[in-house]
């Protein structure tokens, strides 16, 4: 599957299918930090991924001055 | 994952380990809007016929607020700086600026523009650079000064900013490491309009998570700035953000503790002041069976000896 990174921008293929928290942990990132957006649908951490999809990673974090 | 709440249940589109639920893109717009609802009934944040101006950035915490203010009936404008830091405040603008045609203008709610660099003759960067200021402190002390000033000129009951449950934990975590304890009064979610020249500030977003916010910005269809601003890198507040985040996906709830066991403590009154010494005098007497001081009639360490005496091993 395509998955596609910000911060910065990127695109990286992930072997399918897997479960959405284990694409996380793949790449190393936090689920309280993120959003998995398939298409334009957001999905939960147990949902199946298949090779097909086109997966977005959203950080959610914002900073600087508060 | 099916929806915890609604009847049907539906696929969820998000879990909230805190809350012990999954919801539906329905239950959680309306989850969402409970959570707003509760915040500004129990700090008193403002009324159905106040005036209210929304400080927005383009990013996903400041237009939700707006959407949702809108969405819960409220009078809501908003003001945007537009702080001149290149592309990246040139594609914010656009995107408040959408937001207020497409969606905002529907609701006789209007935008404000204010451009820093048609009142200080430079953006943000060139000013910190040249007042020797970090750039995230120059940043935030315009936007302080011109939302407030916005606010009071044109006559806004109050004003409200999009922080969140992460923003305002990382706040406090910051202040709590370095006892910056002279800040922690300006921590409640809502701030008077203590003197003449201060407008009411109120931050309607506290009791939601900055990925519960980004969430129903997707589920809402609210086109926001995802890149981050390119002066926070490396900034303080993402790192302890970063930290909380960590705490929270081993043990959800920790952020909502920490805040909110926070706010709680500021509205109890102090209670009177005893020493440790007098607290112990008070508390302990002798064990009636070794004499060391303990608040039981036996101590602990007597009682532990006496239970291994007589357990059986395994």
């Known amino acids: ?66 | 994952m099916n929806c915890t709440k609604c009847p049907t249940s539906m696929r969820a589109v998000i879990s909230l380990p805190r809350h012990n639920a999954a919801f539906c893109k329905g239950c959680f717009t309306t989850f969402v809007h409970e959570q707003v609802a509760r915040a500004i009934k129990s700090f008193k944040m403002f009324t159905p016929e106040d005036r209210i101006l929304v400080a927005v950035s383009g990013g996903k915490d400041s237009l939700a607020l707006w959407h949702i203010l809108l969405a819960l009936g409220y009078r809501a404008d908003a003001l945007y700086v537009n702080l001149g830091i290149g592309g990246y405040s040139e594609e914010s603008h656009r995107k408040v600026r959408h937001y207020a045609d497409t969606v905002a203008a529907a609701h006789g709610a209007k935008l404000i523009v204010h451009v820093v660099e048609q009142e200080a003759g430079a953006g943000i960067r060139e000013l910190a650079t040249i007042l020797h200021r970090p750039t995230c402190s120059t940043c935030g002390t315009i936007k302080r000064y011109q939302f407030n000033r916005a606010a009071v000129e044109q006559d806004y009951d109050v004003m409200a900013t999009g922080h969140n449950l992460d923003d305002e934990a990382a706040r406090l975590l910051g202040n709590v490491l370095h006892w910056q304890d002279e800040y922690l009064d300006k921590q409640s979610p809502t701030l008077p309009a203590s003197v003449e020249g201060f407008a009411k500030k109120v931050k309607p977003l506290c009791r939601l998570s900055e990925r519960e916010i980004a969430a129903y910005a997707v589920v809402n269809r609210i086109d926001y700035i995802v890149e981050e601003c390119p002066m926070a890198k490396g900034s303080k507040m993402i790192l302890y953000k970063e930290v909380l985040n960590r705490l929270e996906t081993e043990s959800p709830g920790t952020k909502q503790r920490f805040y909110w066991g926070f706010l709680e403590k500021q509205t109890k009154p102090e209670p009177a002041t005893e020493s440790m010494a007098e607290k112990d005098q008070r508390t302990l007497h002798p064990c009636q069976s070794c004499g060391q001081p303990t608040t039981a009639d036996t101590c602990s360490y007597c009682k532990m000896m006496a239970k291994a005496k007589t357990a059986t091993p395994r």
Do not use: F, W, Y
């Open chain 1, 1 to 66: 599957m395509l998955v596609h990174l910000s911060h910065p921008h990127r695109q990286v293929e992930i072997k399918g299918p897997k479960r959405t928290k284990e694409l996380l942990r793949e790449l190393n990132l936090v689920i309280e930090a993120h959003l998995v957006i398939r298409g334009d649908e957001l999905v939960t951490e147990d949902e199946m991924l298949a090779d097909a999809d086109q997966i977005e990673i959203r950080p959610v974090i914002s900073g600087g001055s508060v």
